[in-house]
């Protein structure tokens, strides 16, 4: 029984290496040019990306990949007002936590690191697990001074509604998962379910709500629930 668990073990790994060589094989064939995914759509309406390098895969192949951009990299990061800020801005969404911002911030101010220091230094973070491996591809981009290029963190979900939307000619829908633009503003779709969410809770606890001095009992035939004053249970 052992032998049969560890043999499963190893073939596991042994499949999952030829994925992670085969992802990184793609990758390389793929640098610095936009691409596509076919997906494909099941019957709950979820939408699912094909192929060993997307970005609903682990953080290893999502590392791999950015945001497409053609602006041109930058080469100091206060080159302007703006490259700054774009520069903060990411270094802030990227790292979120304030002492690992202050600590790549204060290396990339340091001229005297090389590219070789550098990915020692994110190689150090790595494992000792400060640092995500998609941490590192955002940092890495940083580096380059590609600013407009930003990592994916989440396998964007929310394009199966981008999809409804479009197919749907669902104006409302495409606005709320920004294929059409409104006012400039990003909106964020979970932010509207979460509203229409705690407006159905208010609605079913005033629907239920009892005032003060009355009490209520539950009506067998109708299953429905009545309010009464000076009525007990």
Same mark, same amino acid.
């Given at each position: 029984?052992?032998?049969?668990?560890?043999?499963?073990? @190893?073939?596991?790994?042994?499949?999952?290496?030829?994925?992670?060589?085969?992802?990184?094989?793609?990758?390389?064939?793929?640098?610095?040019?936009?691409?596509?995914?076919?997906?494909?759509?099941?019957?709950?309406?979820?939408?699912?990306?094909?192929?060993?390098?997307?970005?609903?895969?682990?953080?290893?192949?999502?590392?791999?990949?950015?945001?497409?951009?053609?602006?041109?990299?930058?080469?100091?990061?206060?080159?302007?007002?703006?490259?700054?800020?774009?520069?903060?801005?990411?270094?802030?969404?990227?790292?979120?936590?304030?002492?690992?911002?202050?600590?790549?911030?204060?290396?990339?101010?340091?001229?005297?690191?090389?590219?070789?220091?550098?990915?020692?230094?994110?190689?150090?973070?790595?494992?000792?697990?400060?640092?995500?491996?998609?941490?590192?591809?955002?940092?890495?981009?940083?580096?380059?001074?590609?600013?407009?290029?930003?990592?994916?963190?989440?396998?964007? =979900?929310? =394009?199966?509604?981008?999809?409804?939307?479009?197919?749907?000619?669902?104006?409302? @829908?495409?606005?709320?998962?920004?294929?059409?633009?409104?006012?400039?503003?990003?909106?964020?779709?979970?932010?509207?379910?979460?509203?229409?969410?705690?407006?159905?809770?208010?609605?079913?606890?005033?629907?239920?709500?009892?005032?003060?001095?009355?009490?209520?009992?539950?009506?067998?035939?109708?299953?429905?629930?009545?309010?009464?004053?000076?009525?007990?249970?």
């Amino acid at each position: 029984m052992v032998g049969e668990f560890v043999n499963r073990e @190893l073939n596991s790994k042994f499949n999952e290496t030829l994925r992670t060589q085969e992802a990184l094989k793609i990758a390389s064939l793929y640098i610095d040019k936009a691409i596509y995914w076919p997906a494909v759509q099941d019957f709950r309406g979820r939408i699912y990306r094909i192929g060993n390098l997307n970005i609903q895969l682990d953080d290893y192949v999502k590392s791999f990949i950015s945001f497409y951009s053609n602006k041109p990299l930058i080469k100091r990061r206060k080159q302007s007002n703006k490259s700054y800020a774009n520069y903060t801005l990411l270094l802030k969404t990227a790292l979120v936590k304030d002492d690992l911002i202050k600590r790549w911030d204060d290396v990339f101010g340091d001229r005297l690191i090389n590219k070789d220091k550098f990915e020692k230094l994110l190689l150090e973070d790595l494992l000792a697990e400060k640092l995500s491996l998609i941490q590192v591809g955002q940092l890495l981009l940083i580096r380059q001074g590609a600013y407009d290029s930003i990592g994916v963190y989440y396998d964007a =979900s929310a =394009s199966a509604y981008q999809i409804m939307g479009v197919i749907n000619m669902d104006e409302n @829908l495409c606005k709320i998962t920004n294929v059409l633009k409104t006012d400039g503003s990003k909106n964020d779709i979970y932010t509207f379910f979460l509203g229409q969410i705690m407006k159905k809770m208010v609605r079913s606890t005033k629907r239920y709500e009892v005032q003060k001095g009355t009490k209520y009992k539950k009506v067998r035939s109708t299953k429905r629930y009545e309010v009464q004053k000076g009525t007990k249970d």
